[in-house]
């Protein structure tokens, strides 16, 4: 029973594979003497299971980029290595189950198969008929397909061996969390430029030369690419596109009921069984023995179960005149509904709403042409492909066609102009040089076509061009510099044990925090030092302009009733010990390939591959 309920998945996964791959592999091209494409020890990997690896891993591809993809393709990404490497994975664990003689009774067989609903007849019993028409349609004989079941049964034993039953240690998961759960109680205080008891003076010109010269990481372009580009958007050519009344008027109607609403309310309905039950919950609320929430709640709802939304009075049938009749807030009833008598609760009323043709006009004439322009955009692409298959230049095409050309110094982060397009980045980060161009759509519907003129190495910017920078930096580093002065010998007297009352220092901010937490405003580095600290520690940490002179009061162990440290435990606890387990199992299957030797053979290989071509 146990073996049972550990490979019955194993199972169906192998009957949904071998439906999917024998059904659609040309198995006549490969059959006769080509049957294996290797083997591990003792165990053969088949030429139809590599050729199912394949097909499904190039599917899964496919969806994922929501585009076919060729065989070269299919190569570069590396997926046959990857198929070759779960078969040897597999041959490895079918190889040690063929040398220790490991397999599954006749009985165990049977009843995996004989469980499986691709057999069953309409009664819900395994039909043998059935049986031998699925395992003749999926080119497989009855002996065959006991042989693969009886294989990954025996192999599921092997890995539920290795799988299963794997903790971590205790002492893993509560190192882990005492160092993500460690608290310790801080206060600070917050100087500024205008703490400062002195003036900031004016830097010389030797002084900003130095700070540019000391800091040129700062002041460095990253590298650029000088790109060359044609552009055609849609609201290029609005101007130029005319949008007729009658589409117009068309436009309109096919949005009639979005202009013209009629009156709305926000209603909540609570349902009974019947008119008697309705109708005493309805004297209840007359006399003010239950409020409607008390109603609700006791039918054991929410209020959300109640909830109609906004509704209008063909939503309501019967009880629309009522119910419209009502003022907000108000409960009527019982009246009929659709599924049986009930209160309605109003909750807000929306009055009638018209907008005429002739205000919806400049709307609709904006989404019209903002479509059509979109259109035109799309109907331009082969003639732009058309000139850039025959030499056309970027240049050639602002010359030819209506699309505008310009030129960009592009790196990662810019979002201005045309990088405001995420099309845009993505096309410059991947160009090259040996890129010829192409047209490249947009996510609003617009078209481009790019060169790259040259790539511009990291560029140190002249002082003169980043002197207002330059000058900003050195003023916030000197007012760091002179604040840390002002309070060295404070600073010194709370190591003592003065408080910041003592030294007169103001208490900005006094918090118990852990490794998880964040202090708003504060530097980068500020919980990093916290915990670099020993208990009675003075820390003075820089902001931009500003200090903050930091004391650590206590050390205290994790909260116990922390609930995210709980939740953090049994994370470490279930994903990690999952992790050791496939640690685990990769270790056991590259020592039998590595004991028992692997071996592929070309030639087969390439004649599956050629079914791909």
Do not use: C
């Amino acid at each position: 029973m146990a073996a049972k309920s550990i490979t019955k998945p194993l199972v169906w996964i192998l009957m949904g594979l071998l439906i999917l791959g024998l059904g659609g592999f040309g198995v006549t091209s490969l059959s006769g003497t080509l049957r294996t494409v290797g083997s591990v020890g003792e165990a053969e990997i088949s030429v139809q299971d590599y050729f199912q690896g394949l097909q499904n891993e190039i599917r899964a591809e496919e969806a994922d980029r929501g585009e076919s993809i060729s065989f070269a393709q299919a190569q570069q990404l590396n997926i046959p290595e990857k198929v070759m490497g779960q078969l040897t994975v597999q041959g490895a664990l079918d190889h040690e189950t063929i040398v220790n003689n490991i397999s599954v009774g006749d009985a165990n067989l049977a009843d995996q198969i004989t469980s499986m609903r691709q057999f069953t007849g309409p009664g819900g019993e395994f039909d043998r008929e059935a049986y031998r028409f699925t395992l003749d349609r999926m080119g497989m004989n009855e002996s065959e397909f006991e042989d693969d079941i009886r294989r990954e049964i025996a192999r599921s034993f092997i890995q539920a061996a290795v799988l299963s039953g794997v903790t971590m240690p205790e002492a893993y998961t509560d190192t882990v969390k005492q160092y993500l759960g460690e608290r310790r109680g801080i206060e600070w205080a917050i100087l500024e430029r205008g703490d400062l008891e002195v003036g900031v003076p004016d830097p010389t010109e030797e002084e900003l030369a130095a700070y540019h010269s000391e800091n040129e990481a700062q002041f460095t372009r990253p590298e650029l690419k000088r790109i060359t580009y044609a552009l055609l958007t849609p609201e290029m050519i609005l101007d130029t596109v005319e949008v007729d009344e009658e589409a117009l008027r068309e436009a309109y109607e096919a949005r009639r009921d979005e202009f013209v609403q009629p009156e709305r309310r926000l209603v909540e309905r609570l349902v009974f069984s019947d008119t008697e039950a309705a109708e005493a919950a309805m004297t209840r609320l007359d006399e003010g023995e239950a409020s409607f929430e008390d109603l609700v709640a006791e039918r054991g709802l929410d209020l959300a179960d109640t909830d109609m939304g906004t509704v209008t009075a063909a939503d309501l049938g019967e009880a629309a005149d009522t119910v419209f009749q009502a003022a907000p807030s108000e409960v009527v009833g019982p009246l009929p509904s659709s599924v049986g008598p009930a209160l309605f609760r109003v909750n807000a009323v929306l009055q009638a709403q018209e907008t005429t043709f002739e205000e919806a006009e400049p709307e609709l004439r904006d989404i019209i042409a903002a479509d059509r322009a979109r259109r035109v955009v799309e109907g331009r692409v082969d003639a732009v492909d058309d000139l850039l298959a025959g030499g056309a230049t970027i240049e050639d095409l602002g010359a030819e066609t209506a699309m505008r050309v310009d030129q960009i110094d592009w790196h990662p982060g810019m979002s201005e102009d045309i990088a405001a397009y995420e099309g845009f980045r993505a096309a410059a980060a991947n160009l090259s040089a040996d890129d010829y161009p192409e047209v490249i759509e947009l996510e609003d519907g617009g078209i481009f076509a790019m060169r790259l003129d040259e790539v511009v190495p990291p560029t140190l910017q002249p002082l003169d061009e980043v002197r207002d920078a330059v000058t900003e930096a050195w003023t916030q580093t000197k007012i760091n510099e002179l604040l840390r002065e002002q309070v060295a010998g404070k600073v010194g007297r709370l190591a003592t044990g003065e408080s910041f009352e003592d030294v007169e220092l103001t208490v900005d901010g006094s918090e118990e925090v852990t490794r998880r937490g964040f202090i708003d405003q504060a530097p980068q580095e500020f919980i990093q030092t916290v915990f670099g600290m020993e208990a009675g520690e003075v820390e003075v940490i820089n902001g931009n302009g500003r200090i903050f002179v930091l004391k650590l009061n206590t050390i205290e162990p994790p909260d116990p009733e922390d609930g995210d440290l709980q939740q953090i435990d049994q994370f470490l606890r279930n994903e990690t010990a999952g992790s050791l387990s496939q640690d685990l199992f990769q270790v056991l299957a590259n020592d039998i390939r590595t004991r028992a030797g692997v071996s592929f053979d070309q030639g087969a290989l390439n004649a599956v591959h050629n079914n791909f071509q």
